[in-house]
């Protein structure tokens, strides 16, 4: 009876060390390089009075097959700023996430945000991502999303910026 009450544990520890393996292989760290931009524009913005080049990234968590039109992996949508129009004072901002795609669904995981500079003199006052699903249409077209929102603003000129940076992922897997 000992020995089949020390086989039954050493197996249930066996199990749930590779359980417990197989859940760490499934995180999903964000990764450090992108590589090149799947899309990249560049436009003006009155209101902000500055040049945008907006950029998106993908990078697949595993192969990722689009003729059944499911998958997985990271996006990163990017903005900058060229204030003035000048090449020395530029905000970058980002919004990253995880997503998975198919069977008529999207979600979204692992939000990340951050930017790198604002011009002098300014506060911030909101510095926040928000994720979610949605949906176009009464019965198609699922959709999750991940939304950067910064803001700051100069107390002494009362100046207010609103910044915000989203990457959509329909169910299919398409940036939308």
């Known amino acids: 009876m000992k020995k089949l009450l020390s086989a039954i544990i050493s197996v249930c520890l066996f199990s749930s060390l590779f359980t417990t393996a197989l859940a760490s292989d499934r995180t999903n760290p964000a990764p450090e390089d992108y590589g090149d931009p799947i899309f990249e524009t560049t436009y003006y913005d009155e209101e902000l009075d500055a040049t945008i080049v907006e950029r998106t990234y993908f990078v697949p968590d595993a192969i990722t097959t689009f003729d059944n039109l499911s998958g997985r992996g990271w996006r990163k949508n990017e903005k900058e700023i060229r204030w003035n129009n000048s090449s020395a004072n530029v905000t970058k ?23 790198d500079w604002l011009p002098a003199g300014y506060t911030v006052t909101r510095d926040e991502v928000v994720t979610g699903e949605g949906q176009y249409g009464f019965i198609f077209n699922h959709y999750s999303y991940a939304t950067y929102y910064l803001s700051f603003s100069n107390n002494k000129s009362n100046l207010h910026k609103k910044l915000d940076v989203t990457i959509r992922v329909s169910e299919s897997g398409n940036n939308i």
């Open 93 to 115: 901002y980002f919004v990253e996430a995880y997503f998975v795609w198919g069977n008529g669904k999207s979600t979204v995981s692992n939000a990340r945000k951050g930017y």
